[in-house]
């Protein structure tokens, strides 16, 4: 292979930057297997513990037996197999919309939706702290894009004021900021799109499942519906399945089928992992396990911010640790896991320079012991 592969990954191991993959001996759970050693797992998006659950795994093995292990092809060739048909229609039913379109990623189905309600002659308005599928998906629009800074309401209606003629625009922002754990001002974001005349594409894939009165994630809080938003979520995280999804007018799905390539040139999501993420009927049935898992991270944030450790912003499952400089938070992982913790360590490109941290990510299966413990393990702490 040639030489700058070398170069480029010998720049990143020296800068505390070079990844590599964790070989488990496990199913994600709230502990997982690793190296001969169970770990107290802050690492895994599975927010309400559903990824190991019996009921879902009947449910997949079911659909396995039925239709197989594999869609075959994309939905526009081999058509929609019944457990994704069942899917979106129970999707669909959940978020009070009249479709939903499932795509096998979060990431393609983001991508799918920016790039595709977006095109030459249109603006796009993005959060600077957007994540990547958000951020890509802006650049293979061919829009013009206009980035404001982290949450500022104020500099996005400057942007939006200045931005000139466009054809079509749009707001594009997460509910939920996955490295940082705070959220966006949504009706601040709706009324700014009501003024300048935009679309708000809003991503919920951290608070699907987690957030708001039903489970649905901060649209929860919205007085009533508004065709101005497009809302995007996720099967992969606190469904415990995999897979995107897109709620919203009948009208926009068959736009999407219609022109989204991410959709018509992919194999449709298989039938045991459309089974499994109807866990959604799960959400409205178990309030306990949200507000468990969102006790557990208040309670844990008061007691990191009395130990003298920043949380930044941070009001949900989601509670960063912030260390600086990107090997300092690599050898702080290290030693937790030495203790029995799983605590990644987040670094750039994924956050900013000089911001790097450790992200713990909270579930519904944790207890709290398990918060103790971590408690105790980083007020040893050496930074």
């Not at 977006?118 to 980035?147: K, T, Y």
């Not at 009165?213 to 508004?226: F, I, N, P, V, Y």
């Not at 969102?294 to 989601?318: E, K, M, N, T």
Request: include cysteine; charge should be positive; hydrophobic fraction near 45%.
């Amino acid at each position: 292979m040639p030489s700058w592969m070398d170069d480029d990954l010998d720049r990143r191991r020296a800068a505390g930057l070079y990844r590599h993959r964790r070989r488990l001996r496990s199913g994600q759970g709230a502990t997982v297997h690793h190296r001969h050693a169970n770990l107290v797992n802050f690492a895994s998006n599975d927010y309400l513990a559903y990824a190991h659950d019996p009921r879902l795994a009947r449910a997949a093995a079911r659909a396995a037996h039925h239709y197989g292990c594999g869609a075959g092809a994309s939905p526009l060739v081999t058509g929609l197999l019944p457990p994704l048909q069942r899917l979106e229609r129970d999707l669909a039913r959940w978020e009070g919309a009249e479709a939903a379109l499932v795509f096998p990623s979060g990431f393609q189905c983001n991508v799918a939706v920016v790039s595709t309600l977006a095109g030459a002659g249109d603006a796009l308005f993005s959060d600077a702290a957007n994540h990547a599928s958000l951020i890509d998906g802006c650049r293979l629009s061919r829009a013009a894009v206009h980035v404001y800074r982290h949450n500022d309401l104020s500099h996005l209606d400057e942007l939006l004021r200045a931005g000139g003629e466009a054809r079509r625009r749009f707001i594009v922002s997460d509910s939920v900021f996955s490295m940082d754990g705070d959220f966006a001002d949504l009706a601040g974001l709706l009324r700014l799109a009501r003024e300048h005349d935009a679309m708000l594409i809003l991503d919920e894939a951290h608070a699907t499942g987690v957030l708001g009165a039903h489970g649905r994630g901060l649209t929860d809080s919205l007085a009533e519906k508004d065709d101005r938003l497009v809302k995007l979520g996720t099967l992969s995280k606190a469904l415990g399945s995999q897979g995107g999804f897109v709620a919203g007018s009948g009208k926009l799905i068959d736009w999407l089928v219609n022109h989204a390539r991410p959709y018509i040139f992919s194999t449709a999501l298989a039938p045991p992992a459309a089974a499994a993420a109807r866990a959604i009927a799960l959400v409205s049935l178990e309030p306990e396990r949200r507000r468990h898992v969102l006790a557990l991270a208040d309670s844990l944030r008061q007691r990191l911010r009395a130990l003298g450790l920043s949380v930044g912003p941070s009001a949900c499952q989601i509670v960063p640790v912030l260390v600086g400089e990107a090997q300092a938070a690599v050898d702080l992982s290290r030693r937790l896991e030495g203790r029995g913790l799983l605590v990644p360590a987040i670094r750039p490109p994924s956050v900013p320079d000089g911001t790097s941290r450790l992200r713990i990510s909270l579930s519904a299966g944790h207890t709290e012991a398990d918060i103790e413990r971590l408690v105790g393990a980083l007020s040893e702490r050496r930074l």
